[in-house]
């Protein structure tokens, strides 16, 4: 059995959840409907299994993730990436990282700015707009009354509008709370060689 992966990684691990996920072939119409809209509109994954046994909750929180995450205008693709980063490194949610980061250095087509904040987490030596963006979304996942005005001031400072600020904020928020839901329900552990 493969061990818990514990190091930041750009490699997605498989999620390994705690609670078997349902099974398509026997879910209830109420699952199956919750699981027509997908996070990203790419295959269902074991989180989303696990998360359909609850399938009220489900058929809200995707189309939310996808609103978060997709939706055009305000903060860059790859600037909410970073948010979700900042928020995912400070809860130590490997899985979330991993996505994430990946997706960031798909986007950006540099890996440097991953590769800092993996050593040097919100504190990276990263521009400063990264690096607002960074810190804000660590500081209000870590706790909501750590961003404090100095945050606000280094977002404004770098250039961000109110707009790519609440996209931020939305952004680092859900992380926040999917990080600690990840962690309750499942695992991330290393892909197995096929």
């Known amino acids: 059995m493969s061990e818990a ?3 930041f990684t750009t490699d ?3 999620w390994r959840p705690y609670v ?4 398509l072939e026997t ?3 109420e699952q199956l409907d919750a699981l027509k809209v ?3 509109n790419t295959k269902v994954s074991e989180y989303v299994l696990v998360l359909a046994h609850d399938p009220e909750s489900l058929q809200h929180r995707t189309p939310l993730f996808n609103s978060v995450m997709y939706h055009r205008g305000g903060l860059s693709r790859p600037e909410r990436e970073l ?3 900042g928020a995912s490194v400070v809860n130590r949610c490997i899985y979330c990282t991993a996505v994430h980061a990946s997706r960031y250095n798909q986007l950006t087509k540099d890996e440097s700015a991953m590769e800092r904040v993996f050593t040097e987490d919100e504190n990276a030596a990263l521009d400063a707009r990264q690096s607002a ?3 804000f979304s660590a500081h209000l996942s870590q706790c909501p009354s750590e961003a404090i005005s100095e945050d606000m001031h280094a977002l404004v400072e770098a250039g961000l509008s109110a707009e790519d600020i609440l996209d931020l904020i939305l952004s680092a928020a859900l992380f926040g709370w999917a990080n600690r839901l990840m962690h309750t329900l499942g695992e991330p552990i290393a892909q197995e060689e096929t």
């Open 5 to 7: 992966i514990k190091q």
């Open 12 to 14: 997605i691990p498989f």
């Open 20 to 23: 078997t996920p349902i099974d």
């Open 27 to 29: 879910a209830s119409p």
């Open 38 to 40: 997908t996070p990203s």
């Open 83 to 85: 948010g979700a980063v």
């Open 133 to 135: 963006i960074l810190k």
